[in-house]
């Protein structure tokens, strides 16, 4: 058990609708990272955010986007779902190595 | 800039057969380099990891040693197990800069009873 709490595990939705990946840290970590995992792309850095605030961009879509709150758990909102979008996004934090959660498989129909 | 690269998989071993996947690096300056595990429905974990020249990592009898005049941080275990089946990942970051990470493409494994 790494720690980092990552729900939901599993979704389905369809083409053009909007979804809310949630993400708690493990205790005391201050820095949250979102990953996208799909067969043909790999592990894909998205964002980084560190005590609330936004630290690093990666390969970030404009129809996603994601904030940590003040509890520092984090959101990453998936709009305008399209087929590719379909793919496995994965929650890590960080104290000095990164730590990873489960991931949330994300399906798209 | 920093760059991954790690042998294409899939690898298929027989149970007790002498593993090693490949990893090269391109980076300035004197980056961390990690080795992560994905088992089947997981995300990935932490294997070993090593912070500079000549440093070798090791757990789970899987070691690596960080080769800074090959840019090679190969992975090797001497006995593989079915239980080893899984998806290896390389990383680097440099140093004091976990943000900055950066993942090799995952050799996939697969071991025979």
């Known amino acids: 058990d790494s720690g980092v709490t990552q729900t939901p595990k599993h979704l389905i939705t369809a083409t053009g609708q909007r979804v809310t990946l949630r993400c708690s840290p493990r205790?005391?970590?201050?820095?949250v990272y979102w990953y996208q995992q799909s067969l043909d792309q790999g592990l894909q850095f998205l964002i980084q955010y560190y005590n609330g605030e936004e630290r690093a961009k990666g390969n970030i879509l404009e129809r996603f986007s994601a904030q940590q709150f003040p509890d520092l758990h984090s959101e990453l909102n998936l709009s305008s779902l399209e087929l590719g979008d379909s793919a496995l996004y994965f929650c890590?934090?960080?104290?000095?190595?990164?730590?990873f959660g489960e991931g949330s498989r994300l399906t798209v129909l | 800039g920093n760059s991954v690269t790690q042998m294409e998989g899939p690898v298929t071993l027989s149970e007790e057969a002498f593993l090693t996947i490949n990893c090269t690096y391109t980076a300035t300056g004197y980056p961390s380099l990690f080795w992560y595990v994905q088992y089947p429905g997981e995300g990935l974990q932490l294997l070993l990891k090593a912070t500079k020249a000549d440093d070798k990592g090791s757990n789970k009898g899987f070691e690596a040693t960080y080769r800074k005049e090959t840019t090679s941080f190969h992975l090797e275990k001497g006995s593989v197990q079915v239980s080893d089946s899984a998806v290896y990942f390389c990383a680097l970051s440099p140093p004091f800069s976990a943000s900055k990470i950066i993942f090799g493409s995952g050799t996939r494994l697969s071991i025979r009873p």
């Open positions: 890590a934090s960080s104290g000095g190595e990164l730590f």
């Open positions: 205790s005391g970590d201050l820095s």
